[in-house]
């Protein structure tokens, strides 16, 4: 999708686009913000659904990499090829041979100046929310629409569910390993005292149940 698509979407959901004006509004404040607000939230969604990245170089020992001068980084996963130390976003290589930076990158940035053609970088899911954290942002400062407080909660509760959801899928598959054989998994010890406790309440229950029928006739 492209900075343009995404401008078109946003003014289209808040019924404010003219496609015959080259700035797709006739409201000059909508105009004049979109592209911030845009990158505003291109960035606060890079850090729910990660861009990767990787960085290749031929290194040798003593080398220092600053990690901040990776393009646009945002956070380190991991580093192969050589031995090395890290302190913060600062690399000592300790090997002579070719390092790979696996890392996670900010999208470009856009501004005012950026062009109707310029790609945006996030993943489609995360594109498909965008719309309604731009929308919201447009609109916030007009208290007497309501639209804006609607999207921001539509924006929010999204978001929420991706990151709720990409935290659920990542527990359920922990250190789960896979077999095609079939066995018996032994109870615990507390299983079992949980199983003998609810028994024995349950017979001392009929005991008691027996005792008062007895007494009443």
Sequence with gaps: MTLGDMKSEVLRLIEEINEENEGLTDDPDFKNKINNVIDFIQHELARIKKIPAIETREVKEGDTINLNELENFYQLKCVKGVRYTSFGTTLDI????????????????????????????????????????????????????????????RYKGKATRRIYNKKIYKRKVKNIKFTNEIRWIKPSKNTYKRIWHN???WKNYKIGQKFEQRRWN
């Design 94 to 153: 300790l090997d002579d041979g070719t390092i790979k930076i696996y890392y996670y990158k900010y999208p470009k940035k856009i501004n005012e100046k950026s062009k109707d053609n310029t790609e945006l970088e996030l993943t489609d899911d995360a594109l498909g929310i965008m719309p309604y954290g731009v929308a919201a942002d447009l609109l916030k400062s007009d208290v007497s629409n309501q639209y804006g407080q609607i999207y921001a909660n």
């Design 199 to 201: 028994y024995f309440k």
